[in-house]
């Protein structure tokens, strides 16, 4: 089937830095994508969704940003905190509402 | 609320035992569904339910049976357990309509 990827599989960052987790996709038929964070030893947890039709969402200290013309999606955290040092998934979905992980990349916060 | 809870955190099986992953949601979720991570993996979906009596197939079913008899348990069996299912196998629940997923604390599994 078609999959979901990540560009970098390692990211290390300054306590206070801004960092942006890459994610590229493959099946332009995907209505939602997804982000989830997984801390060490915990399940994941969701982060914030963007459906298709948008191209900027914004959470709290997150945004994403989707660029449907590249098959390109990505996650901004703002002010990167020592908390935020965990691995992070994108994921896609196709209407079933059980999405497709990705391989997730590891975001480190340096202090 | 609990949240998802998932039984045992922690299992060792020797090749051909069976054994049976609880996993419990008390969120009223319809759909319910098993990952398994192995490491610098992402998520794999073994089954899913998307309600009371109805499951399907994920991506990696082989070797894996589930059951929903009600809307809080889907427990996942494995039926003659192999070391490629050396894992950490994931629960999780949502709303019917929702991509956001509540993940349960996992279990490892080493079959030997």
């Known amino acids: 089937g078609e999959s979901v990827g990540l560009h970098l599989p390692t990211l290390s960052v300054q306590e206070g830095d801004n960092s942006i987790i890459n994610c590229a996709y493959s099946n332009s038929a995907s209505d939602y994508f997804i982000w989830y964070k997984q801390e060490s030893g915990k399940g994941p947890q969701f982060i914030i969704d963007?459906?298709?039709?948008?191209d900027k969402r914004q959470g709290q200290r997150v945004t994403v940003l989707l660029n449907k013309t590249v098959k390109h999606l990505s996650l901004q955290i703002a002010a990167t905190q020592p908390g935020d040092s965990a691995v992070y998934f994108c994921?896609?979905?196709?209407?079933?509402?059980?999405?497709?992980f990705g391989r997730g990349t590891s975001l480190i916060v340096h202090p | 609320n609990a949240g998802v809870t998932q039984t045992p955190k922690f299992q060792v099986l020797k090749t051909g035992q069976s054994m049976t992953l609880q996993c419990a949601q008390d969120?009223?979720?319809?759909?319910m569904s098993w990952y398994r991570q192995d490491p610098g993996m992402g998520l794999r979906l073994i089954h899913y339910s998307v309600g009371a009596g109805i499951t399907d197939q994920g991506e990696v079913p082989n070797g894996y049976n589930v059951s929903r008899s009600t809307t809080e348990d889907f427990p996942l069996r494995l039926l003659s357990a192999a070391p490629s299912q050396t894992s950490v196998y994931f629960c999780a629940s949502s709303w019917d309509g929702s991509y956001e997923q509540y993940f349960g604390p996992g279990t490892r599994l080493t079959v030997t």
């Open positions: 994921a896609e979905g196709g209407g079933s509402y059980i999405p497709t």
């Open positions: 969120m009223n979720h319809e759909y």
């Open positions: 963007i459906r298709s039709n948008m």
